[in-house]
Every structure is written in structure tokens, then in C-alpha cells.
């Protein structure tokens, strides 16, 4: 779909859908913009002009994702080998998935914030210490020991729906590049992941979101082995950086396109406050651990003991975050008993 002339959004299924169903789920929620259950697709972005293209995020790397993605950018007259930049917005496995098999097609410049290119190796190229060290952190934080085996996995059971690649460049944030008469600045808005970036094009009023802000949904925080400091605080003070942008359409990675985007923050930020307000109700004063407190949070799908173990890691990391940033703002303490990570009222 053309967004305006130059940029095209495009969509590549989810490996339990097939495009023909993620397709039809797209145009749906074009006329009926709603909440959908689960995240059938991800929706990459193309950028034509003058002879240059370049690819925003491209999908879990799978046939149906690929053949989507050539479809797409068929209809658009161009085609993955012609792609000379793909930027990555963060390194989860729907929107890096793809990278080394396009990279391998294209020989295109792969661009990565560098603290996502930090965990590149450990998650992807060699996963195995990551899982013994999320079976520990699993421990700590209260996951009961029949349980912390496949939630020390997690998102190990889809490597194989990865084909990883290091970048050929690294950015910082503040970085600008032009793609024919576009010109691109690269935001740094980690929460999300460490490294998530935005891209704001300020002369079209566009901002590329990846997953920091979508329509209806909220993207996971969470804290789990890998990660350092307090992610969601990351995250509110990420949505602060882009309050005050002037911005017409906001292009996201999930769901649809929006054009309210300070209204959407406000929504967002309004969650958080709402779900921090359940996290302290949600601790003991003798205390608490995360596992513990994540089974009495009412999330928006059910309770933790109904969810998948890919879930209920999700979960769990996003209570840590939660727990974390109530530490940061003293409302919250925290001690080691034994080898458990407790939370207790300030």
C-alpha cells in the first residue's frame, strides 16, 4: 500500500499465518480499525525514490514471509535484490528475521543501533549460555522449578525462523541519512529493546515507529538476562522524545497506520500509570516476587497460569520492568532472600 509517493507499506505473516489471512486482516482493520488478537503480521516499509531503496524491518525469515515481501515490493516495481539499505528498528525476530537472507540477495548495508548489535551474538549465533542464564534469572524472580525450563527457552523454539547477520553500520541515535529527496533522522528510543530506533522524516511529517508506538496494543518492557537499568523508565522517557514532533502520520510495525500521535502517547503513558498503580497493589507488604505478583495482574489475554511459556516469560519480564520503575520512583524496595528477588512496599 502506498503511504504517499516514495514510501509503500508492506506486510509479511507471522509464521502461524499465511499471507492470504494476514492480508485480509490488514484490510479489514483498514475500514474497522480495532483491537485483533495476537500480531498476524508485520509491516515493513519500503522507500523509493531516485533510483534508491531502502527496507524499514522485514519479518520472521520463513518462505511465506519472503514470498509476501517479494510480492509486495513487485507490486511496487522494485524486488528484495535491489534493496541497498535495510535499517533494522530492533532485533526482535519479526523484524530482523529475514536480515541475512536479504543481506545475502542484495549485499545491502545492514544498519543497527549498537546496543541492540550487542546482543546479536548471545541471542542468535550462540543461544545456549542465554538460555542457562535466563534459567537462573528465571529462578531468582520466583518461577517455580517445574516451570523454568521451557520459560528459560522462550523465544529459543523460533531461532530457527532467524537468519542473523551482523551490521554494517551501527548508529547512536541522532544520525540522518537522505534516501533520494528524503531525509531521515534515526531516534534512539530504547524500552522496548535496548537499541530500538524511530525514523522521522520532517519535511513529509512521518515518523517510522517500529514497535515503541502501536494503535491499540502496548509492546512489551521487559527486564529478563540480558537486560541492564530500568527499561520501561527508558521507555516513558522515550515517548517524552517524540511528544513534541511535528508529525502527520505515524507508521507502525503492527496493526495500522495512525495520525494522531501525541493523543496515542497520552494513551500510552495513561496504561502505565494505571498498570504501576496494580503492580504495588499487587505486592505483599512481607513481600513479593515477580512471579508472584504476575499471576495477580489481570492482563488484557487472561490470567499467567492460562499462557503459553513464551508467555508468561513476556509476562514476567514486563512485571520486572514494572517493579523496577516503581524502585526508581521509591515506591517500591527490594531484597534478596536466599536465592529469590523480593519486592516490598517503600
Known amino acids: ?54 527496507l524499514v524491518d522485514c519479518g520472521w525469515n520463513t518462505d ?16 528484495p535484490t535491489e534493496i541497498q539499505r535495510l535499517v533494522i528498528t530492533h532485533v526482535h525476530p519479526d523484524h530482523y528475521g529475514m536480515a541475512g537472507r536479504l543481506k545475502r540477495l542484495s549485499s545491502c548495508e545492514v544498519v543497527i543501533h549498537e546496543e541492540d548489535a550487542k ?41 530457527d525462523k532467524v537468519s542473523p547477520v551482523p551490521p554494517d553500520t551501527e548508529v ?65 522517557r522515550s515517548l517524552d522524545l517524540l511528544a513534541d514532533l511535528d508529525v502527520e502520520v505515524v507508521l507502525p510495525a503492527h496493526e495500522y497506520d495512525i495520525t494522531e500521535l501525541k493523543k496515542r502517547i497520552i494513551e500510552i503513558e495513561e496504561h502505565h500509570i494505571l498498570r504501576l498503580d496494580e503492580m504495588v497493589n499487587c505486592v505483599d507488604r512481607g513481600g513479593s516476587t515477580a512471579w508472584e505478583v504476575a499471576g495477580r495482574v489481570k492482563w488484557t489475554t487472561g490470567m499467567l497460569t492460562d499462557f503459553e511459556p513464551f508467555m508468561q516469560r513476556a509476562a514476567v519480564g514486563e512485571t520486572l520492568a514494572h517493579l523496577e520503575y516503581l524502585f526508581e520512583q521509591g515506591r517500591l524496595a527490594k531484597v534478596m532472600r536466599g536465592s529469590n528477588l523480593h519486592w516490598l512496599p517503600a
Open 172 to 236: 547512536k541515535g541522532g544520525e540522518t541519512f537522505k534516501v533520494g529527496g528524503f531525509d531521515f533522522e534515526i531516534i534512539w528510543t530504547p524500552g522496548h529493546s535496548p537499541g530500538h530506533i524511530c525514523l522521522y522524516e520532517p519535511n513529509r511529517k512521518i515518523l517510522l515507529t517500529g514497535d515503541h508506538i502501536l494503535p491499540t496494543i502496548t509492546p512489551n518492557v521487559s527486564i529478563h538476562a540480558q537486560t541492564h537499568g530500568s527499561p520501561l523508565g527508558d521507555y516513558m
Open 64 to 79: 511465506s514471509a519472503y514470498e509476501a515481501l517479494e510480492t509486495g515490493m513487485r507490486e511496487h516495481g522494485s524486488h
Open 1 to 54: 500500500m502506498q503511504i504517499l509517493p516514495g514510501i509503500f507499506q508492506l506486510l509479511t505473516p507471522f509464521p502461524n499465518f499465511t499471507f492470504d489471512d494476514a492480508r485480509a486482516i490488514r484490510r479489514d482493520l483498514r475500514d474497522h480499525p480495532r483491537v485483533v488478537k495476537g500480531l498476524p503480521y508485520v509491516l515493513p516499509y519500503m522507500v523509493k525514490d531516485r533510483g534508491e531503496t531502502v
Open 119 to 159: 546482543v546479536i551474538t548471545s541471542r542468535y549465533f550462540a543461544p545456549k549460555g542465554l538460555a542457562d542464564d535466563m534459567a537462573k534469572f528465571m529462578a531468582m524472580n520466583g518461577v517455580p522449578s517445574l516451570d523454568t525450563p521451557s520459560m528459560a527457552q522462550g523465544s529459543m523454539m523460533m531461532i
